[in-house]
């Protein structure tokens, strides 16, 4: 069973891709990548999961967007629950810039096969697409009192902030089910955590494509038994896994 973690870049950004896949119960780093264009990223996803093979992709970005106005149920929802962490998420809509391309790169996973899993039947090999949001997944996992603030602010401090998301997936990942190979992720980054902007960026995206990923093998993994669904595929849904305890 083959997850694919996408950070998806909402307008014109580049995304983050990441592949994981278990193997002799360990969740091994099949690849890691960055691509702008929605084509690139899928003939990316065609090479990775072939026709016949079975995976889950996980987004972070609103693939079902019901209403034309406000606010989804699983944006309000993520408010309700982890606005104390500051995890809540961004607003959609219909009439939002990034709607479309974030529907339409739905609509395409679908027309592929990826079908939405806000149920899921444990350890089911089949091919599936959920909407995830790393900040509340990162808290939850991490057991951690806030989000790790690495996307805004000075250079320097979202390195630090950046490192030690880098330092939490290398040391909590591979302890817990299903455990994520360290060895894997230690040779796929560099020694240093870049301290220039675009630099950063790019591995910002690569380590929130490579949580996506993860979450989407922990939602395989566990089901609802160690995960909560925000909302259903009426209203949009957010998979986040459910707190880790110490």
């Known amino acids: 069973m083959k997850f694919i973690g996408i950070d998806l870049g909402w307008q014109s950004q580049p995304s983050g891709l990441c592949c994981l896949e278990l193997k002799d119960e360990k969740l091994q780093l099949l690849d890691l990548d960055r691509q702008e264009a929605i084509a690139d ?3 990316w996803i065609d090479q990775i999961i072939k026709p016949e093979e079975p995976g889950i992709i996980a987004v972070d970005a609103p693939t079902l967007i019901p209403n034309s106005t406000g606010s989804r149920l699983p944006d309000k929802l993520s408010h309700k629950y982890f606005g104390k962490y500051h995890a809540g998420c961004y607003p959609a809509n219909q009439n939002l810039a990034f709607a479309e391309r974030t529907i339409n790169f739905g609509l395409e996973l679908e ?4 079908i939405h899993a806000a ?7 089949g091919r599936y697409q959920i909407e995830v949001f790393p900040h509340p997944a990162i808290v939850n996992l991490f057991r951690l009192e806030k989000i790790l603030k690495y996307k805004k602010g000075k250079i320097h401090e979202r390195r630090l902030e950046l490192l030690k998301l880098y330092n939490y997936i290398v040391e909590i990942l591979p302890v817990i089910s299903p455990p994520l190979s360290s060895p894997c992720i230690c040779s796929s980054f ?21 949580i996506c990923a993860y979450v989407g093998a922990y939602w395989w993994f566990w089901g609802t038994e160690k995960n909560l669904v925000l909302g259903d595929e009426s209203t949009g849904y957010i998979v986040v896994p459910e707190r880790i305890c110490s």
């Open 111 to 114: 027309s592929r096969g990826f």
């Open 190 to 210: 560099p020694l240093e955590i870049p301290n220039t902007g675009k630099q950063l960026k790019e591995t910002e995206d690569k380590l929130d494509s490579l």
């Open 119 to 125: 149920k899921i039947e444990p350890q089911k090999p």
């Open 41 to 43: 990223i899928l003939t």
